[in-house]
């Protein structure tokens, strides 16, 4: 904390400052049930899909559509599914793609 402080200082910024560079989104998760979770591949940390092939390249051009949107999809460790994390200005808007995304997914690998 003290090097917290001493940054805040040296930048002349106060707590609130520094508070406000964070702003808590609306977020959506959804879990697709798919034939094979394991068709997905993931890379940085989970947040890039590298297979299947196309998948990424799907969720990039949805996410353009949402102010503040951010999605990204990963297999879970636990069940025979495939989790989606949406972000997006509005509840409605993380929702949607979040929907949007999951379809895909479904498509990709096959709902099951």
């Known amino acids: 904390m003290l090097l917290v402080e001493a940054v805040l200082q040296h930048k002349r910024w106060s707590f609130q400052n520094w508070c406000d560079l964070y702003t808590d989104l609306p977020s959506k998760q959804l879990k697709v049930k798919v034939k ?3 068709a997905i591949v993931t890379t940085d ?9 196309g998948l990424q390249e799907l969720i990039d051009k949805e996410v ?6 951010r999605c990204f999809v990963r297999p879970s460790g636990t069940e025979d599914v495939v989790r989606v994390y949406a972000e997006a200005s509005t509840v409605e808007a993380a929702e949607s793609l979040a929907k949007s995304v999951a379809r895909h997914v479904e498509r990709i690998l ?3």
Do not use: I, L, M, W
Request: aromatic share 10%; proline share 5%.
């Open 45 to 53: 940390a989970e947040r890039k899909v590298c297979q299947p092939s």
């Open 110 to 112: 096959g709902f099951c």
């Open 64 to 69: 353009v559509n949402y102010s503040h949107g």
């Open 36 to 38: 094979d979770r394991t």
